[in-house]
């Protein structure tokens, strides 16, 4: 079950990215309703990850290293959004 959710979270991200490359390449509004799903679907598969793994002190510290670099990934792709 715990890999549903890390998996989930890596496509979310993944989608993020060709979402926001889809939007600078081709303008079009639509690839931003796919990002901004895909961008809470990743952060609700990020905590449901946390949560799952709770009892589990290195994983709990993995996330916490992961959790400032996935934050400044979506504020780097809306960053790039927003300079369209």
Known sequence: ???NFKRNLYLSSAISLAA??????TGREDFLNHFD???EEAHA????VQQLTVDNPVQQRSLMELKPVRTKLFQFLRYRISEK
Do not use: C, P, T, Y
């Open 20 to 25: 926001m490359r889809g939007f600078l390449i």
């Open 1 to 3: 079950m715990k890999n």
């Open 37 to 39: 799903q895909s961008e």
């Open 45 to 48: 598969a990020f905590d449901k």
